[in-house]
């Protein structure tokens, strides 16, 4: 389930005549009669009939009920519409924000953050809260501020259930695994097992549940995102354990998130590159060559064949398994035109690091030569 789905458009009400019924209502209402028309009452069978009295006084209370409940139903509108107002605005502020953090004007950002959530709780519009906090707790992320966005994600999740959300509800799942990667980065390493553990062990008995259910007891998007949430863990972890040099752990969790994505996204679907690049990591992490640049190369088939925009980290990973292998001359020739790509696209992180394995490359390449020279002499020693 999307987070953006939690922020609920509320029904527009018509204004149509009602504010005006109200305001001639009020005016009808506050009319008095001259004092000495209301000293001399009326003697009964009057010059208008002696019910005059009564009558007139049934329709001055019939009128003072009605211009009431008018003026009530006016005053719930005029207050719906400033909450509906307000609720577009925050959205609004919501998607500039988003926008913003996309062109990487992360302070323009926060500042617009800051002042949805101001609207959100001026108009205790929780979904707002959320989803507002929500954004701001990746912000902080993004900019390394990991205890602030600990705080949060801990908050939204607070909001979340108490409004009697379950445990095992996607969006509860999916701010628990932030938090993991939050305790991964700062090695805090029981929060961050507790973490993904929890994530993948409640997907899977939730997915487990499902699949015992009628077709359409859910619906099928519920489904979907479900397994991908689980694929999206699995893949979290398999980072986390890999960074941790358990490589053939991060294998298994690699396998499953790419067998999810192949099914519910398919083959040529850029997280399915992305993940058979990762899984070829693995594999090479471990000495698997030759399985690793089986699956690399099919990514990056894939990756060309889908004009994947990042296909240069890609090649960045097909050249570091070609100097594993120690086929030198073509890990140089791919490098080169990794950081050709990379360079185009501005990555500089990535254009710094491919600079690295280029020297890396040409160390290993020197040492390869002055071993092969060593044991020519070697040779050449003994047959003298």
Known sequence: MSLWALLRRLPRT????????????????????HPQAQARPRPYGGRNGGATPIAFGLVLSASSLFSQEVEEEAEKDVKERSLEETEEEIIFLLKKAKLCIMKGELEEAE????????LSHQSNNRDGIIYTYDTMANLA????????????????????????????????????????????????????????????????????????????????????????????????????????????????????????????????????VVLMN???TALDAQGRYDDAHTHVRKALDLARQTQHPEAYVVLNNLAGILMHKEDFSQARQVYKEALQQAEEAGDGAVVRYIQKELAE????????????????????????
């Open 361 to 384: 490359l040409a160390r290993r390449q020197k040492r390869a030569k002055s071993a092969e020279n060593l044991a020519k002499k070697g040779d050449g020693g003994e047959r003298d």
């Open 278 to 280: 990762d899984l070829a």
């Open 111 to 118: 500042r617009l953050l800051h002042e949805a959530a101001r």
């Open 141 to 272: 992320f993004l900019r390394g501020q990991l205890d602030h966005a600990e705080k949060l994600f801990k908050a939204a999740m607070s909001f979340l259930l108490a409004g009697n959300m379950e445990q095992d509800d996607n969006a509860i799942v999916e701010m628990s695994l932030k938090l993991a990667s939050i305790y991964a980065a700062q090695n805090q390493e029981k929060l961050a097992l507790a973490g993904y553990q929890f994530c993948i062990l409640t997907l899977e008995e939730k997915i487990a549940k499902q699949k015992d259910m009628a077709a359409d007891a859910i619906p099928e998007e519920e489904r979907i995102n479900t397994r991908l949430l689980l694929g999206m863990s699995l893949d979290s972890y398999a980072r986390y354990l890999l960074a941790r040099k358990q490589a053939a752990a991060a294998e298994i969790m690699y396998k499953r998130a790419l067998q999810i994505s192949l099914e519910v996204q398919g083959e040529t679907h850029p997280q399915t």
């Open 14 to 33: 018509k204004l149509g005549v009602a504010p005006l019924l109200a305001a001639a209502g009020r005016d009808f209402c506050r009319r008095r009669r």
